[in-house]
């Protein structure tokens, strides 16, 4: 009887979690999400059926009085563009309940790596940024906002 009550709750859960992954729109990632240490917001659109990311406020937009500059990046020209308008997600496109095929840019590294990003909750992203496999990488969680 006890087994009984645990599969049964086990195939609700399930089935529950299915309808879930089902009601997921792939315009739900739009709109406006701070960075996991909530020093930048991104804004998350939609160009030609794929996503994008672009940086619209940073916590620190002017140090030393002038605009912050992309300056970790290795090409010595892309070291001059500024941080903010910067676009940091690239590409995306919606298949099965996640975001992907795109990439995603770190300025505090200068590297781009390949992108997946799931909706974690209503206001809670997984953004995983990583090369080559996917198991191999970095998570970390973006949470949205308004400007």
Do not use: H
Not at 4 to 29: E, H, K, P, Y
Not at 82 to 109: C, H, N, Q, R, V
């Amino acid at each position: 009887m006890k087994l009984r009550q645990i599969a049964s709750g086990f195939t609700l859960i399930m089935v529950m979690a299915s309808f879930q992954l089902l009601a997921q729109s792939s315009d739900d990632i739009l709109g406006i999400w701070y960075n996991t240490e909530k020093t930048a917001k991104v804004k998350i659109s939609k160009i030609n059926g794929k996503f994008q990311g672009k940086i619209v406020w940073l916590e620190e937009p002017n140090p030393d009085g002038s605009p912050a500059l992309d300056l970790e990046n290795d090409d010595d020209e892309l070291q001059k563009r500024p941080l903010m308008g910067l676009t940091i997600l690239e590409e995306l496109t919606f298949s099965k309940g996640m975001w992907k095929g795109g990439a995603i840019y770190d300025p505090k590294s200068g590297n781009t790596y390949s992108c997946e990003i799931r909706l974690k909750g209503e206001d809670t992203l997984e953004v995983k940024g990583y090369l080559g496999f996917s198991f191999i990488g970095r998570t970390v969680e973006w949470t949205q906002t308004s400007l």
